[in-house]
């Protein structure tokens, strides 16, 4: 199966190393995410989200969302979720 694109990086809060998505699909605790552009590419897993410093445990498209990352995302960077 193909990587579905969820989501696109609009921001990029340095400390804490946290990325802030334009949700374009659906995307829940446990995902596998990849990020990937000019200067980006990276798999993590989701532990947790914040929409307006309220945990969630799911997102749907139309949504904006953050959470931590392990290395720094640019804007315009994309976000798949890896299939299983």
Known sequence: MKNQ???EV???YV???VAAI???GEINI???LLFLGANTDFE???KSMQ???EEVKN???GQKVGFEVPERVRPNDEVFKISK
């Open 10 to 12: 609009f921001k990029f």
């Open 59 to 61: 997102v749907k498209k």
């Open 5 to 7: 694109k969820v989501g």
């Open 15 to 17: 400390k804490p190393s």
């Open 44 to 46: 993590m897993i989701v």
């Open 51 to 53: 929409i307006e410093s």
């Open 22 to 24: 334009d949700v374009l």
């Open 30 to 32: 446990g995902d596998k």
